[in-house]
T-cell receptor, first 113, second 111 residues
């Protein structure tokens, strides 16, 4: 059973709208990540956090922003959605040891029309 | 530039045989390497982690090897089953506390 939850699972939204993708984990992990993945392509890191009030941009440039006010919650926000933002967004978390790798959520499939 | 390469084509294996997937990397010196399974439309699921000082790691029907001289990891599934059909991702750390994922190899186990 997943210990990391993403909502919504699917989202179709119009251009220019503001959206927030939710991610919560119940494992007490310090580290959390957002990845973007297009079909058949590799995961690209867009944001990460090593703890409360810590956020960093990843390797892939993104117009989204994130916040980490609570350990368990790492939402991603797009202020003005565009069709180029259409993709799958995956949230993940890990403990400090990485002995158990990353735990991923089921993802949010975003379509901007 | 840094690069992770996995079998670019899908791999078709007969049920019961051993499937072997390859992960090669360049311009990295990872402290560890991970393998994940990803099913369509789902997030990856962690399978195994192998550290730079380990040559081999096993978990049930899975075996991973790590050769830091060749800059290569091999991922084996023995006695393969149709339920093993999925995309398998190789991932390694960039020594900056982040994980970089390969594109993955699609594996089809044929009944």
């Amino acid at each position: 059973e997943a210990d990391i939850y993403q909502t919504p699972r699917y989202l179709v939204i119009g251009t220019g709208k503001k959206i927030t993708l939710e991610c919560s984990q119940t494992m007490g992990h310090d580290k959390m990540y957002w990845y973007q993945q297009d079909p058949g392509m590799e995961l690209h890191l867009i944001h990460y956090s090593y703890g409360v009030n810590s956020t960093e941009k990843g390797d892939l440039s993104s117009e989204s922003t994130v916040s980490r006010i609570r350990t368990e919650h790492f939402p991603l926000t797009l202020e003005s959605a565009r069709p180029s933002h259409t993709s799958q967004y995956l949230c993940a978390s890990s403990d400090r040891t990485l002995n158990y790798g990353y735990t991923f959520g089921s993802g949010t499939r975003l379509t901007v029309v | 530039s840094q690069k992770i390469e996995q079998n670019s084509e899908a791999l078709n294996i007969q049920e019961g045989k051993t499937a072997t997937l390859t992960c090669n990397y360049t311009n990295y010196s990872p402290a560890y390497l991970q393998w994940y399974r990803q099913d369509p439309g789902r997030g990856p699921v962690f399978l195994l982690l192998i550290r730079e000082n380990e040559k081999e790691k096993r978990k049930e029907r899975l075996k991973v090897t790590f050769d830091t001289t060749l800059k290569q990891s091999l991922f084996h599934i023995t006695a393969s089953q149709p339920a093993d059909s999925a995309t398998y991702l190789c991932a390694l750390d960039d020594r900056d506390d982040k994980i970089i994922f390969g594109k993955g190899t699609r594996l089809h186990i044929l009944p």
